[in-house]
């Protein structure tokens, strides 16, 4: 049983990344923090997300923006090798198809500034309630 937690354990950090809430920028005033645009249980990376602007601004902040954005691309080739299967045997029947699909890598970003701060204009209708 203990095998089969610690592989249990293992697995869910193998299967959630190293990815976590990082600062993409931050200063007196206001920063950005980003996250993962997937959710990969049992890691909440919006939480992660919320503990560092708290960290940075203790007395409370409010979110002015949050947005996904393209970081990068990521590229994966998929070969068909074209067989038919003759009794217990595939014969090769001399082709082969290549499928390439691009797709954007993307993360999810969240502009905060701290709360009774310097203000900018809204860009979003999002709540600007302070979070204490």
Aim: proline residues 5%; hydrophobic residues 30%.
């Amino acid at each position: 049983m203990p095998r089969f937690i610690a592989l249990l354990i293992i697995s869910c950090l193998l299967l959630t990344g190293c990815s976590s809430a990082r600062y993409v920028s931050r200063d007196q005033e206001r920063g950005v923090i980003a996250i993962p645009s997937t959710a990969t249980w049992p890691v909440d990376h919006r939480e992660k997300a919320m503990e560092l602007m708290q960290s940075h601004f203790p007395q409370g902040y409010i979110i002015e923006k949050e947005e996904e954005v393209v970081i990068g691309t990521e590229t994966q080739n998929h070969t068909d090798v074209h067989a038919h299967e003759i009794g217990n045997s595939n014969v090769f029947l001399g082709g082969e198809t290549t499928h390439t699909t691009t797709t954007d890598k993307t993360e999810w970003r969240i502009t905060y500034r701290r709360a009774n701060g310097p203000t900018q204009s809204r860009v979003s209708n999002l709540p600007t309630q302070p979070v204490q």
